[in-house]
């Protein structure tokens, strides 16, 4: 069946559908990543996003569901060059074309994307509409730009509407719920810690009155400008508890103490971003997935960058000389050997 991907700059790439059919739209970013597509798929991150994989192969590995990072499918599509029929794994449970159809993902094959990647690298990410049932070019760029304007608040989407508890550690942290990745969950229970998921429309009321010993800000997807809420309850905790912001909860942190949030052109996306820390001039490299950053000029002299991006210089962690606060911008569960050289979070638990 051929199927088109309309981006809001006119450009169109027509293709060969799998998965589920229809329509969807959705920010059109890519991922350098080799590996790793389910859990791409399924992280919270990727929530209102169509994802153009850049390694020209899928599914051949298969799905293996308990590495989702997620009940369900976050994103609205995905795109790739060529599409595994007949996935070789001893662990997989289906194909990903089934996985697709299971979860209502619209996947598109044969799309040239190394073209495609390299005008989004030129362009920047765009919106744009994957489609199994529309032909009609003109009417799906409209689409595409009418979205582009109505950027709006995902986070409240992917946060749990209530609170849950995980295991029955010796100390309690609270998870406020950006869109958080399961593997985070089950790190900390690894570490004998009770965890408490919360809404990201909490108050501070309602979270210190679990007495935690530390609140982990974590996720997710979109701009943390959308979500103020979660800003001012990160400002309402400062002081009162440890706080640690991963990914989307580096973004909320770095608003929180007076700092500036600005897109990134192209965004980081994939298992590639080398980091340097500061402190200890160590390079290591991380998994990420985010299309903003904090603007270092307009940090308060309180808050030290630790760690920035090598590739163009971005905040990548930092930490509040005054008060337990400490932040970075990648998700290491991705890769577990990332903790053993990221000390801040180490100094985090030591702190609970």
Known sequence: MNSYLVLEDGTFYQGQAFGARGTKTGEVVFNTSMTGYQEIL????????????????LGNYGIILEDNDSVTAMAQGLVTRELCAHPSNWRSMMSLEDFCKEKNLIGLSCIDTRALVRHLVRKGSMYGVITTEESDIGKLIRMARETAAAERDLVRDVSTKEARVFGNGRRKVIVVDLGVRKSLIHYLLEHDLTVVLVSALST???????HPAGVIFAG?????????YAVTL???????VPLLGIALGHLVLGLAWGGKVLKLKAGHCGGNQPVRDLETNSIFVTSQNHHYFVDRDSLPEDVIVTQVNLHDGTVEGMKHSKLPAFAFQYYPLVNPDVFDVNRYFDEFLVML
């Open 204 to 210: 501070v009321e309602e979270i210190l009155s679990y």
């Open 42 to 57: 399924t992280d919270p991150a990727s929530y209102g996003q169509i994802v153009v994989f850049a390694y020209p192969l």
């Open 220 to 228: 997710g997807p979109g701009s943390p400008q959308f979500a103020p």
């Open 234 to 240: 990160a400002q309402q905790l400062l002081g009162s």
